[in-house]
């Protein structure tokens, strides 16, 4: 698999109380949003699992359990500029809000391998 | 499960049929909401296990499959060319039953009651439903090429439902004499699997390159396209020049008959005698579909595409070929798809769990010539009338070698992960 060359998504640093605040609201709403993110996530797997195993297995595609968020999120992001080049991801990237990918990448961090 | 329920459950069955169920509901029915699955295949067998298991066993499922063990049509191409071995695309109904608790039955489901709300078994035992799931897969319309018969299939075999005949087929392509004709007929739209039988003509071609390198193989198509054409046509110009004659119907003027006695196939072109063929009539859905009121004048089963609930009855979902899902195209991974939504709406209107956007997806692969592989699929949306493609990909002819393994090697781990997600 290449490696992207990836950006780490980091919210900026905003100048000023109104950026300020704003942060804090981005913020607050992310953390509730959090909270029902693996049930999305886990009903979202579903389109998912069919290729990528559940239980880790991997044979001609690679497996996605147990990834740290961050890299899963990166690597959607970069499916969605068609920066990779898989016309299958290309397509469900492009079909998923930055939340549904967020919930994605919780639900599979939260997986273990099966043998 | 208690002595009760099981004494009652076989009671209900018929003595003579408690050897054909596997697995049991764990309480009495009138305990939990009750889920009826006709079809245990892509569709019914995805529904089943995902109602179970999602609503962790607040709904009592079972599973009516005439089958044993589940021959996918899906790779069936790949046994047919050499690529895999038969009993590697059979899959039984174990972890069905023991892992997810579904109630499996293997008997045919005759008739639905849709007032009563009960499902007639051959057994002549009743299974009532609160909701029902139909995913019957397709039937042939035998007489739509006139001299083709439900028993011609023998000489000429369709091999376009799973099962054993795709055996038949191999044996018959195998045995045909040296620098003999192979004619294939391919079904009229709409119908299982687009690409199908161009990855069964490439398969068959295969066979030839390497066993009966003089035969040909004509293809008398009532279609004057075809999915991935120019990707078939490119690649069957490179790896059996000569060998393949793909005849639209502008070229043939149709085919107006077959004489299966003596395998001519005649067109206005021309009569053409094979020395082994396979002729896909064209199809609609299950017949425990029709026999129950749930299709429409097209022969297929009208949905609402939100929850795959029937048009016509609120109470069953139809889901995989037998459903109108256009612009999905009918296939393993589209009934396996459509099935998780049924299923997510299923059980948000038994228990009251979540229900979120639908999401549909389909991809086909197919395989041209060793590690050549070509896709074809899209995303989609519940519309209100229909689903609705969002995004879409297909492969590109002059792609590198390499791209076309990966491709091929990715419909491999797609083959055991939907597997998985269906009977493991």
């Given at each position: 698999?290449?490696?992207?060359?990836?950006?780490?998504?980091?919210?900026?640093?905003?100048?000023?109380?109104?950026?300020?605040?704003?942060?804090?609201?981005?913020?607050?709403?992310?953390?509730?949003?959090?909270?029902?993110?693996?049930?999305?996530?886990?009903?979202?797997?579903?389109?998912?699992?069919?290729?990528?195993?559940?239980?880790?297995?991997?044979?001609?595609?690679?497996?996605?359990?147990?990834?740290?968020?961050?890299?899963?999120?990166?690597?959607?992001?970069?499916?969605?500029?068609?920066?990779?080049?898989?016309?299958?991801?290309?397509?469900?990237?492009?079909?998923?809000?930055?939340?549904?990918?967020?919930?994605?990448?919780?639900?599979?961090?939260?997986?273990?391998?099966?043998? | 499960?208690?002595?009760?329920?099981?004494?009652?459950?076989?009671?209900?069955?018929?003595?003579?049929?408690?050897?054909?169920?596997?697995?049991?509901?764990?309480?009495?029915?009138?305990?939990?909401?009750?889920?009826?699955?006709?079809?245990?295949?892509?569709?019914?067998?995805?529904?089943?296990?995902?109602?179970?298991?999602?609503?962790?066993?607040?709904?009592?499922?079972?599973?009516?499959?005439?089958?044993?063990?589940?021959?996918?049509?899906?790779?069936?191409?790949?046994?047919?060319?050499?690529?895999?071995?038969?009993?590697?695309?059979?899959?039984?109904?174990?972890?069905?039953?023991?892992?997810?608790?579904?109630?499996?039955?293997?008997?045919?489901?005759?008739?639905?009651?849709?007032?009563?709300?009960?499902?007639?078994?051959?057994?002549?035992?009743?299974?009532?439903?609160?909701?029902?799931?139909?995913?019957?897969?397709i039937d042939m319309k035998y007489d739509s090429v006139p001299?083709y018969?439900?028993?011609?299939?023998?000489?000429?075999?369709h091999?376009w439902?799973?099962?054993?005949?795709?055996?038949?087929?191999?044996?018959?392509?195998?045995?045909?004499?040296?620098?003999?004709?192979?004619?294939?007929v391919p079904p009229p739209n709409p119908f299982r699997?687009?690409?199908?039988?161009?990855?069964?003509?490439?398969?068959?071609?295969?066979?030839?390159?390497?066993?009966?390198?003089?035969?040909?193989?004509?293809?008398?198509?009532p279609k004057?396209?075809?999915?991935?054409?120019?990707?078939?046509?490119?690649?069957?110009?490179?790896?059996?020049?000569?060998?393949?004659?793909?005849?639209?119907?502008?070229?043939?003027?149709?085919l107006?008959?077959?004489?299966?006695?003596?395998?001519?196939?005649?067109?206005?072109?021309?009569?053409?005698?094979?020395?082994?063929?396979?002729l896909v009539p064209a199809q609609t859905?299950?017949?425990?579909?029709?026999?129950?009121?749930?299709?429409?004048?097209s022969g297929w089963?009208?949905?609402?595409?939100?929850?795959?609930?029937?048009?016509?009855?609120?109470?069953?979902?139809?889901?995989?070929?037998?459903?109108?899902?256009?612009?999905?195209?009918?296939?393993?991974?589209?009934?396996?798809?459509?099935?998780?939504?049924?299923?997510?709406?299923?059980?948000?209107?038994?228990?009251?769990?979540?229900?979120?956007?639908?999401?549909?997806?389909?991809?086909?692969?197919?395989?041209?010539?060793?590690?050549?592989?070509?896709?074809?699929?899209?995303?989609?949306?519940?519309?209100?009338?229909?689903?609705?493609?969002?995004?879409?990909?297909?492969?590109?002819?002059?792609?590198?070698?390499?791209?076309?393994?990966?491709?091929?090697?990715?419909?491999?781990?797609?083959?055991?992960?939907?597997?998985?997600?269906?009977?493991?």
């Amino acid at each position: 698999m290449k490696t992207p060359n990836i950006k780490r998504h980091r919210d900026s640093a905003r100048g000023g109380v109104i950026g300020a605040i704003a942060f804090a609201v981005v913020i607050l709403a992310n953390s509730s949003a959090n909270a029902q993110d693996k049930e999305l996530g886990q009903y979202l797997s579903g389109q998912c699992i069919t290729c990528h195993q559940a239980s880790g297995k991997s044979n001609g595609i690679p497996a996605i359990i147990g990834w740290d968020s961050d890299s899963f999120v990166a690597i959607m992001d970069s499916y969605k500029k068609k920066e990779r080049e898989n016309k299958v991801m290309q397509t469900i990237a492009a079909s998923l809000s930055r939340e549904e990918i967020t919930a994605l990448a919780a639900y599979f961090g939260s997986l273990k391998s099966k043998p | 499960m208690t002595n009760l329920s099981r004494r009652r459950f076989v009671k209900f069955l018929g003595a003579g049929t408690a050897a054909s169920v596997i697995g049991m509901p764990n309480v009495a029915r009138a305990a939990r909401p009750r889920v009826v699955v006709i079809g245990g295949g892509a569709g019914g067998g995805t529904a089943a296990k995902y109602i179970a298991r999602d609503s962790k066993g607040a709904i009592d499922v079972i599973l009516i499959e005439p089958s044993k063990k589940y021959y996918t049509c899906f790779f069936s191409n790949l046994y047919l060319g050499g690529f895999r071995d038969y009993a590697s695309i059979g899959h039984t109904y174990e972890n069905m039953a023991a892992k997810h608790n579904v109630g499996v039955i293997h008997e045919w489901a005759e008739m639905i009651d849709r007032d009563k709300k009960k499902v007639r078994l051959s057994s002549g035992a009743d299974i009532a439903y609160d909701r029902l799931i139909v995913s019957p897969g397709i039937d042939m319309k035998y007489d739509s090429v006139p001299g083709y018969s439900a028993e011609a299939q023998a000489v000429m075999p369709h091999a376009w439902k799973s099962g054993t005949q795709v055996q038949l087929l191999k044996a018959q392509v195998m045995a045909m004499k040296q620098g003999g004709t192979f004619v294939m007929v391919p079904p009229p739209n709409p119908f299982r699997c687009p690409p199908g039988p161009y990855e069964r003509i490439s398969m068959i071609a295969h066979l030839f390159k390497q066993h009966n390198p003089k035969a040909k193989i004509v293809v008398i198509d009532p279609k004057p396209k075809i999915s991935k054409q120019g990707l078939f046509q490119a690649g069957w110009e490179s790896y059996y020049p000569g060998m393949i004659e793909w005849l639209p119907p502008a070229v043939s003027g149709g085919l107006k008959e077959v004489d299966v006695s003596t395998m001519s196939f005649k067109t206005d072109l021309d009569t053409v005698k094979a020395d082994a063929a396979s002729l896909v009539p064209a199809q609609t859905a299950g017949r425990i579909a029709h026999k129950s009121g749930l299709t429409d004048a097209s022969g297929w089963c009208p949905i609402i595409p939100k929850t795959m609930q029937s048009a016509i009855d609120e109470n069953i979902h139809v889901i995989g070929d037998a459903s109108v899902a256009a612009a999905m195209p009918k296939s393993g991974f589209s009934a396996n798809s459509q099935a998780k939504v049924a299923a997510m709406a299923v059980r948000g209107a038994l228990t009251g769990s979540r229900v979120f956007d639908p999401r549909f997806a389909n991809t086909c692969w197919s395989l041209i010539a060793p590690n050549d592989g070509v896709k074809v699929g899209a995303s989609y949306k519940a519309g209100d009338k229909k689903i609705e493609p969002a995004s879409t990909f297909i492969s590109k002819t002059g792609e590198s070698a390499q791209l076309r393994k990966e491709t091929y090697e990715e419909s491999v781990g797609w083959y055991e992960g939907i597997t998985t997600d269906i009977f493991g």
